[in-house]
T-cell receptor, first 115, second 111 residues
Framework: GAGVSQSPSNKVTEKGKDVELRCDPI?????LYWYRQSLGQGLEFLIY????????KSGLPSDRFSAERTGGSVSTLTIQRTQQEDSAVYLC?????????????FGPGTRLTVL | GNSVTQMEGPVTLSEEAFLTINCTYT??????LFWYVQYPGEGLQLLLK?????DKGSNKGFEATYRKETTSFHLEKGSVQVSDSAVYFC??????????FGIGTKLQVIP
């Protein structure tokens, strides 16, 4: 079946512009996660959705970052007034249910470059 | 908070060599432990997992044992292949759902 998809695969933007990143989870997966993979810093958690609500937004690095999920499916991560330090690969993952035992399936990521 | 420490790479091995990638963790409660792998140009994939102390996760010839007494989850493979070249991430979930990752270890296997 189809896996987690993300779009765009690559995004180059100018400093100060807003960007939207999209994630389509596996059909039927209720939990959705956003992570960021920065060079030399590994993977960091950003936000987690259970259905359309976000019980944990603790990883969002600043108020320029926001995310929403509609219909329990597609999610968008929005970065306003992008800065060069936002350059990273943004990964989305989904799992059938939330919880330690439920494997998270990752998308291919969106590589964001802020010039 | 939770954290994962793994050896930094890159690790370069000859084909058929023995592989160990060390991983230790700090967590409250009883986390589940994972190894993820990222092959060149591909997304993260779950390699193996262990959900309680003394469990051994295994897949594709790789193994890791959940050692609560040493808070470790070292990844091992007896004989690596060129196709194992990838970045390996140790990770945990504890308390609830988010995954805490290590920094990743790049493995390069040469023929």
């Amino acid at each position: 079946g189809a896996g987690v998809s993300q779009s765009p695969s690559n995004k180059v933007t100018e400093k100060g512009k807003d960007v939207e990143l999209r994630c389509d989870p596996i059909s039927g997966h209720t939990a959705l996660y956003w992570y960021r993979q920065s060079l030399g810093q590994g993977l960091e958690f950003l936000i987690y959705f259970q259905g359309n609500s976000a019980p944990d937004k603790s990883g969002l690095p600043s108020d320029r970052f926001s995310a929403e999920r509609t219909g329990g499916s597609v999610s968008t991560l929005t970065i306003q007034r992008t800065q060069q330090e936002d350059s990273a690969v943004y990964l989305c993952a989904s799992s059938r249910l939330a919880g330690d035992y439920n494997e998270q399936f990752f998308g291919p990521g969106t590589r964001l470059t802020v010039l | 908070g939770n954290s994962v420490t793994q050896m930094e790479g890159p690790v370069t091995l000859s084909e058929e060599a023995f592989l160990t990638i060390n991983c230790t963790y700090t967590a409250t409660g009883y986390p589940s432990l994972f190894w993820y792998v990222q092959y060149p140009g591909e997304g993260l994939q779950l390699l193996l997992k262990a959900t309680k102390a003394d469990d051994k996760g295994s897949n594709k010839g790789f193994e890791a044992t959940y050692r609560k007494e040493t808070t470790s989850f070292h990844l091992e493979k007896g004989s690596v292949q060129v196709s194992d070249s990838a970045v390996y991430f140790c990770a945990l979930t504890g308390g609830y759902q988010k995954v805490t990752f290590g920094i990743g270890t790049k493995l390069q296997v040469i023929p």
